[in-house]
């Protein structure tokens, strides 16, 4: 097997951003999107491109050179994904890796020395299906670090921007808490508003015979997210944040709230409206749907 090569210039001392590129329109804009994110936060950034044997070259029965063959074309990649970076931040420090396998096993072993994995909404090959397939799956939610998947935002979304601003999905657990840090974090350095969204529902026995006015439940859950966030508000007065409460699923409030933001921060775990909210249906919704870069950040489990 040829040796992954990489530029001897990186600092081992320093984990990268990691971006998964295949060559495809989509990985562009998301080594695009890593390279601006390793600028911003001072850190290197790697480039990684898997080539993975062919379907019918299994071990029993390799075929000789596979790997070999299949080299040239990954290093094509490599080098204009790196160039690339390069024009899109001079001075940043890059470098390419060329890894055998399959692509989720890949990213996830990468992630074990990054700062944070970037992929793109869409593959062509070398990371197929990275949004909504195996790959998206097997990297988002089971990881350390975040994973953001960079979505094309539409063209009409980016104009009604007014204020740019940072959504985070929040469900009043502990296990928010790691979302919230990077959101507040990624708003700090670009200077951006946080709009931290909250749904909630009634509960499953409410009905409005018993006499409840939906408008105190709406207050009660309002009051009860403002206390639970003041700490954080107040460990970050120089951000500014927007608590939005919204009755219904959390599904349908943050992919309204991906229409007017530059990112919507996850938590991969929580106990209450957020749960699975990358592993299950919530998950594959948002991922599918949101309309701006998407981050998953793991919490601790519940």
């Known amino acids: 097997m040829t040796e992954p090569f990489s530029d001897p210039g990186a600092d ?3 984990d990268p951003v990691v971006v998964g590129t295949d060559g495809s329109a989509g990985a562009t804009r998301a080594v695009e999107w890593a390279a601006d994110h390793a600028g911003l936060r001072g850190l290197p950034l790697r480039v990684v491109h898997a080539v993975e044997r062919l379907p019918y070259d299994v071990p029993r029965y390799p ?6 063959r299949l080299a040239p074309s990954g290093r ?18 890059v470098t390419t890796e060329l890894a055998e396998g399959r692509p989720g096993r890949v990213l996830r072993d990468q992630a074990a020395r990054a700062a944070e994995v ?27 670090v975040p994973v953001v998947v960079v979505r094309p935002a539409p063209p009409e979304a980016v104009a009604e921007i007014a204020v740019a601003e940072i959504a985070v999905g929040f469900d009043c ?8 840090a990077y959101a507040f974090e990624e ?8 709009r931290i969204v909250c749904a909630w529902e009634p509960p499953v026995p409410y009905a409005p015979v018993i006499g409840v006015d939906p408008d105190d ?26 608590l939005d409460m919204v009755r219904g699923h959390p599904v349908a409030a943050l992919i309204e709230a991906s229409s007017r933001a530059v990112m919507l921060v996850v938590g991969s775990h929580g106990r209450n409206a957020f749960t699975a909210a990358v592993l299950g249906s919530v998950s594959r919704a948002v991922l599918a749907h949101a309309r701006c870069p998407v981050a998953v950040v793991r919490g601790a489990r519940s």
């Open 63 to 68: 075929i000789p050179d596979s790997y070999d």
């Open 187 to 194: 708003a700090r350095l670009r200077s951006h508003r946080v």
């Open 173 to 180: 657990s502990e296990a928010s808490g790691p979302a919230l």
């Open 118 to 144: 970037v992929l793109g909404s869409h593959g062509a090959g070398g990371f197929p299906g990275m949004l909504l397939g195996s790959v998206g799956n097997h990297v988002a939610g089971h990881v350390a």
């Open 76 to 93: 094509q990649i490599l080098d204009h994904a790196e160039q690339v970076a390069r024009d899109r931040r001079p001075g940043l420090d």
């Open 217 to 242: 439940m709406r207050r009660a859950a309002e009051d009860y997210a403002r206390a639970e966030l003041q700490p954080w508000q107040g460990g970050h007065a120089e951000v500014k944040t927007e």
């Open 12 to 14: 081992p001392g320093v």
